[in-house]
């Protein structure tokens, strides 16, 4: 009898450790992750999200060429297709890529206002944000989020300028919005970034090279679909 409840002992304690394991490899694999729900057990959402906006980029009119006293510049806004993809490390925390490219027209203000279009630069500008979503409010989902932005700028071309190179940078990002789910794949959303970006530029005017800081510091503002694979 003692051998008996002994193996039935050791059993029960195999049987637990098993399902332990078992519990910890669901946990190890989002794809195979379970939500527990009145009518039964399905699966969760996958961690990887995807989304399509309208972008709308609203630079900021600053900047200066050195040695000119009241010096200025303008930017030209632009609207442009945006694309990003998202990873959910859990409910509430995801981080996300934002991928978009668009131009800049760059135009002389204030004591280089004659000077009228100096140039146009292309600018690449992925966005690598963390991001906290709220989880508290059913289908609607609000997040702010910080980040890391690196612009490149490129097909860099002049107007009245004889040449015009702007250089790369690091800037931060902030963001803010919200998704409206439809369905457990489908939703909306709206988001609103704000990049710090001043780049360094170099440019020959007349025969004479100058250099200056372009303050385009953007608000960028989307709207657009979110699909939750």
Partial sequence: ?????????????????????????????????????????????????????????????????????GSNLSYSDTVTPEFDISYFFTENIATELILATTYANVDGSGAIGALGNIGKVWILPPTLTLQYHITDFGAFRPYVGAGLNYTVFYNQSVGSADALRVKNTFGAALQVGFDYMLD??????????????????TVKVAGTDLKGKAKLDPWLIGAGVTYRF
């Fill in 1 to 69: 009898m003692t051998k008996v409840r002994m193996g039935v002992a050791q059993g029960a304690i195999a049987f637990t450790v098993l399902i332990g394991l078992g519990q910890q490899a669901l946990a190890a694999d989002p794809a195979q992750r379970y939500i527990a729900q009145e009518q039964g057990t399905v699966e969760a959402s996958s961690p990887w999200q995807i989304r399509v906006r309208a972008l709308g980029v609203k630079t900021n009119d600053s900047g200066f060429v050195g040695g000119i006293a």
């Fill in 184 to 201: 457990r794949h489908w939703g909306v959303n709206v988001d609103v970034k704000k990049l710090f970006l001043e780049p360094d530029f």
